[in-house]
């Protein structure tokens, strides 16, 4: 019986003398485990603390390997940006040191010149860019979106290119006052004519008892707003969605998101318009007001629930797009949306001359914006369509 006491004894001293050796080694361990990652967080904070400039040893490696990113500095980059400069991609200074600015003109080039769009200027990239066949950026050219019979038509399937630029776009903010409307950002701007058309809507709102609370939320955007909408459309899907893939997010974003390219509010003749303080703009007051009325002042609500198959977006009661008198009325007076009246017109089963009141044709060469009137036109026939009563999207402003 003794024996195997014994044996159990030594085995037990042998196991704690082991425990003995080893924790503290262990501990060791971990004390330098603990002290590598706080070493790593601090770096990470200072690297986010200096958002332009990144790590400069990183950026320093990799333009050894002849990689130019944000944070590389010198010749190389001095180059890079006369380059980018020549081909119209880079408007500011040629300083060699590799900025946001920089990274964006990279980014331009990439997009133009069918790259992936990382804003490095690595080895493929650096080879498009100085070899003979890389394409420039289009000249500043603006567009005067109002020249034409017809509205201009933008979705999915007619999209624009980032240089797109409207003319005449002036801060809304400029003729909008405060007593018909606030301008949720200040610098939110529009093509004259329809801000100058939004104004006197808004007038005839006030006069009709609806003359509180309306806000405009949006108007022109630029291509890189566009994505940046985007993106922060699909950084909200996954924070409220936990374990959806980017995919996921991304295409549910587009549900009501349109990819740069894609938007309305790119022609800056779009406004995201709404009741402030409303949490959903669909059955106010001033929802109704505007089905009813805004197409006398030649807008249209361009996303209508019973349209949604034709126009790929959800309904968007709030968001009214500019396309003169004549074409808001006849849309409105034969519930069409601009897809469908666009098909019509190229089909010729609309009449354009008899809409516009002289030949299509010949106006081609110098149409005059088509400009709401200053006088009220004949009594309409509304068809007041009770704004959708279906689930309210959130972010109203952030929009198609
Ligand atoms: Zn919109």
């Not at 500019?322 to 006849?330: C, F, S």
């Not at 026939?381 to 929009?399: L, R």
């Amino acid at each position: 019986m003794k024996q195997p006491v014994k044996r159990i004894a030594v085995c037990l001293m042998t196991i704690l003398l082991l425990c003995l050796c080893l924790i503290p080694a262990a501990m060791a361990e971990g004390t330098a485990e603990g002290a590598a990652q706080t070493a790593t967080q601090e770096t990470a904070a200072q690297e986010t603390a200096e958002p332009t400039e990144k790590p400069k040893a990183t950026a320093a490696e990799l333009q050894e390997q002849g990689i130019l990113t944000v944070g590389a500095k010198g010749e190389d980059v001095k180059k890079l940006q006369q380059r980018l400069k020549d081909l119209g991609y880079l408007s500011g200074k040629v300083d060699g040191q590799f900025g946001g600015g920089t990274k964006r003109a990279v980014i331009a080039f990439q997009r133009k010149n069918g790259l992936d769009t990382d804003g490095i200027a690595g080895q493929e990239t650096l080879a498009k860019l100085y070899a003979e066949d890389a394409e420039a950026a289009p000249k500043d050219e603006k567009t005067d979106v109002l020249n034409g019979d017809k509205p201009m038509l933008v979705n999915k399937e007619h999209v624009l290119d980032e240089f797109f630029t409207p003319a005449d776009l002036i801060q809304v903010n400029t003729v909008i006052k405060k007593d018909l409307a606030t301008v949720k950002y200040k610098k939110t701007r529009g093509v004259k004519a329809a801000v100058e058309a939004l104004k006197e809507m808004l007038e005839a709102a006030k006069a009709d008892g609806i003359g509180k609370k309306w806000q405009i939320s949006a108007g022109y955007r630029s291509w890189d707003d566009q994505n940046n909408v985007l993106n922060s459309k699909i950084k909200s899907y996954k924070s409220k969605n936990k374990g959806w893939s980017s995919s996921k997010a991304r295409r549910a974003a587009l549900r009501s998101v349109a990819e740069p390219g894609a938007s309305e509010h790119h022609l800056g003749l779009a406004f995201d318009v709404n009741k402030k303080g409303a949490s959903s703009f669909a059955g106010t007051k001033h929802s109704e007001w505007l089905n009813e009325h805004c197409w006398e002042y030649g807008f249209i609500i361009r996303y209508q629930k019973e349209k949604e198959e034709i126009t790929g977006f959800v309904a968007e009661p709030w968001h009214i797009r500019y396309v003169g008198v004549e074409h808001a009325k006849y849309m409105k007076e034969h519930d069409l949306c601009l897809e469908e009246y666009i098909q019509g017109i190229e089909d010729g089963t609309i009449d354009l001359s008899a809409i516009l009141g002289h030949e299509a044709g010949e106006a081609e060469k110098a149409e005059e914006p088509v400009e709401p009137e200053a006088e009220e036109p004949e009594p309409e026939e509304p068809e007041p369509e009770e704004p959708g009563t279906e689930e309210e999207m959130s972010g109203e402003g952030d929009a198609a």
